[in-house]
C-alpha cells in the first residue's frame, strides 16, 4: 500500500501531480480543499463557514478538516493507498493523521515536497486564478496570505515527517512529465 503526503506551498503543482499518480498507482485522491470547496458547492454549514476563512486565505480549522479526513479513510478501507494533497497543513493534523492511520492498521509511506520558489508561485497562482474561478486565486495579496499561512504554519510539517525518516523533497519547477518521473522514482524506492 502506497501512502503518500503531497506537499508544498498553494501553487507548486500537487493537483497536477496527483491526477497523475492516482491513474498511475490506482490511488484515492484526497484535497482538502476539494472537499471542502465540494461542501461549499453544496451548500453545507460546514462549507459556508470553511468558505469565510477560505476567501480571506486562512486555514480552516484542524479539526474540521480532520474530521472530513476520517470520514474519506474510513469510506475507502479496501484502497490501494491514499494520496493527501493540501493536508496535513498543521504539526497538529499530521499527528492525527498518523493516529487515524495507526487505528486502521496503516501509515504513511513518505511525505515528497515540490520546491518552488515564491515568486514562480505566485506568478502561477494569478494565472490559474484567471480560468480556476477560485475567489482565492484572484488577487495578489490573497495569494501571498496564503503562501504566508503556508510559511508559518505548514511548513513546520516537512520536519515532522524527516523526523520519522519519510521526507523527500524534489525539484517542483520544470516540465509536468519530468516532475512526475521524479514523483515515481521516490515513489517506486518504496516498493
Ligand atoms: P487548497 O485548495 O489546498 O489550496 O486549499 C484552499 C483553502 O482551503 C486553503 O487556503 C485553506 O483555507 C483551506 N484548506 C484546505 N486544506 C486545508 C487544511 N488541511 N487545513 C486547513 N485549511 C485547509
Redesign the pocket.
Given at each position: 500500500m502506497i501512502n503518500l503526503v503531497l506537499f508544498g506551498p498553494?501553487g507548486a503543482g500537487?493537483?497536477t501531480q496527483s491526477q497523475k499518480l492516482i491513474e498511475k498507482y490506482q490511488l484515492i485522491h484526497l484535497?482538502?480543499?476539494?472537499l471542502?470547496?465540494a461542501e461549499i458547492a453544496a451548500q453545507t454549514e460546514l462549507g459556508l463557514s470553511?468558505k469565510k476563512?477560505?476567501d480571506q486565505?486562512?486555514?480552516?480549522?484542524?479539526e474540521?478538516?480532520i474530521g472530513m479526513i476520517r470520514n474519506k479513510i474510513q469510506d475507502n478501507r479496501s484502497a490501494k493507498g491514499f494520496i493527501f494533497?493540501?493536508?496535513?497543513?498543521?504539526v497538529a493534523?499530521a499527528e492525527a493523521l498518523d493516529k487515524m492511520l495507526q487505528e486502521n492498521g496503516l501509515a504513511i509511506s513518505g511525505m515528497i515536497a515540490l520546491e518552488v520558489n515564491e515568486a514562480e508561485l505566485v506568478k502561477r497562482l494569478l494565472l490559474r486564478g484567471q480560468t480556476s474561478g477560485?475567489p482565492?486565486d484572484q488577487n495578489e495579496e490573497l495569494v501571498q496570505k496564503?503562501v504566508q499561512?503556508y510559511n508559518t504554519k505548514t511548513r513546520p510539517v516537512a520536519d515532522f515527517y524527516a523526523a520519522q525518516g519519510k521526507f523527500t523533497s524534489i525539484n517542483g519547477i520544470g516540465e509536468i512529465e519530468e516532475i512526475f518521473a521524479n514523483l515515481c522514482r521516490v515513489i517506486d524506492g518504496w516498493a
Amino acid at each position: 500500500m502506497i501512502n503518500l503526503v503531497l506537499f508544498g506551498p498553494p501553487g507548486a503543482g500537487k493537483g497536477t501531480q496527483s491526477q497523475k499518480l492516482i491513474e498511475k498507482y490506482q490511488l484515492i485522491h484526497l484535497s482538502t480543499g476539494d472537499l471542502l470547496r465540494a461542501e461549499i458547492a453544496a451548500q453545507t454549514e460546514l462549507g459556508l463557514s470553511a468558505k469565510k476563512l477560505m476567501d480571506q486565505g486562512i486555514l480552516v480549522p484542524d479539526e474540521v478538516v480532520i474530521g472530513m479526513i476520517r470520514n474519506k479513510i474510513q469510506d475507502n478501507r479496501s484502497a490501494k493507498g491514499f494520496i493527501f494533497d493540501g493536508f496535513p497543513r498543521t504539526v497538529a493534523q499530521a499527528e492525527a493523521l498518523d493516529k487515524m492511520l495507526q487505528e486502521n492498521g496503516l501509515a504513511i509511506s513518505g511525505m515528497i515536497a515540490l520546491e518552488v520558489n515564491e515568486a514562480e508561485l505566485v506568478k502561477r497562482l494569478l494565472l490559474r486564478g484567471q480560468t480556476s474561478g477560485r475567489p482565492d486565486d484572484q488577487n495578489e495579496e490573497l495569494v501571498q496570505k496564503r503562501v504566508q499561512e503556508y510559511n508559518t504554519k505548514t511548513r513546520p510539517v516537512a520536519d515532522f515527517y524527516a523526523a520519522q525518516g519519510k521526507f523527500t523533497s524534489i525539484n517542483g519547477i520544470g516540465e509536468i512529465e519530468e516532475i512526475f518521473a521524479n514523483l515515481c522514482r521516490v515513489i517506486d524506492g518504496w516498493a
